[in-house]
């Protein structure tokens, strides 16, 4: 589904990506995961095209991306949803007028139609009494569960997590990694999470990349990177202050 070849991408003279390969199986959830500063949200930039490589190729289902432009590039981006950090939601619109954003600007359905899969949709992710709320009304995870039902509405084929249970508490954060591997189970997406939680992620996602030094030193299933003998790799997971990983 995603094959990242040898991206490089530097600002201002510093290196960020460098030469990294990463292929994401079609349905697979992968979370990558690394310091911060690492480049992780660049990676992600990268994916969603917001960002271009120096060099190297992004294939989506074998379709450059790095080459794509105008209504090429708008039918890629299309393919993905995106659940950004603290969930990015419109203050002036109601938790329902924010799941139905998409579907009202890039689609022509029916405002009908918009009801009721806003309506599924929130019934998705366990908010089906918060509708008419705005986000100032509704907890930190309720936002993060509205931000899941708006990338979900349109069906995309890849849905990108940045960090999606950054400032929540832990009870909060187990509940909506629940979710994110309910919905896929349910929605089949192929799914990228940027996450810093260790060893939390190893419950959720499928596969695990660990980004250090702006490539991927570490690619696995969970047990398979717990039982990494690579040094970074093995402090990053005990959180050790030794060894030769550099504090940020």
């Not at 930039?45 to 960002?51: A, D, P, Q």
């Not at 969930?87 to 029916?110: C, M, Q």
């Not at 509940?175 to 260790?198: A, C, D, P, Q, W």
């Not at 959180?239 to 550099?246: F, K, N, T, W, Y």
């Amino acid at each position: 589904m995603i094959k990242l070849v040898n991206i490089r991408k530097a600002f201002k003279g510093q290196k960020v990506l460098n030469g990294l390969n990463l292929n994401i199986g079609n349905k697979e959830l992968v979370a990558i995961v690394g310091q911060s500063g690492s480049g992780k949200s660049v990676l992600l930039k990268h994916l969603i095209g917001i960002i271009k490589p120096d060099k190297g190729r992004i294939l989506i289902e074998g379709i450059d991306m790095t080459a794509a432009k105008g209504r090429d590039l708008d039918e890629i981006r299309g393919r993905f949803g995106v659940v950004f950090q603290e969930g990015a939601l419109f203050d002036s619109l109601t938790v329902y007028e924010n799941i139905g954003f998409p579907l009202r600007e890039k689609t022509k359905l029916h405002k009908d139609e918009i009801r009721e899969r806003v309506w599924h949709a929130l019934e998705d992710v366990g908010l089906k009494e918060m509708g008419n709320k705005y986000p100032a009304e509704i907890s930190g995870g309720m936002k993060r569960r509205v931000a899941l039902a708006r990338a979900l509405i349109t069906e995309p084929a890849i849905v990108l997590f940045d960090e999606p249970t950054t400032g929540l508490d832990p009870i909060i954060s187990s509940s909506i990694h629940r979710l994110i591997m309910n919905t896929h189970k349910k929605y089949g997406f192929t799914g990228v999470i940027i996450s810093h939680e260790i060893p939390e992620i190893f419950d959720v996602a499928d596969k695990v990349a660990m980004l250090y030094n702006g490539t991927i030193i570490e690619f696995g299933t969970p047990e398979e990177f717990r039982n990494s003998v690579n040094s970074y790799v093995r402090q990053f997971i005990t959180g050790s202050l030794e060894g030769p990983i550099e504090i940020i």
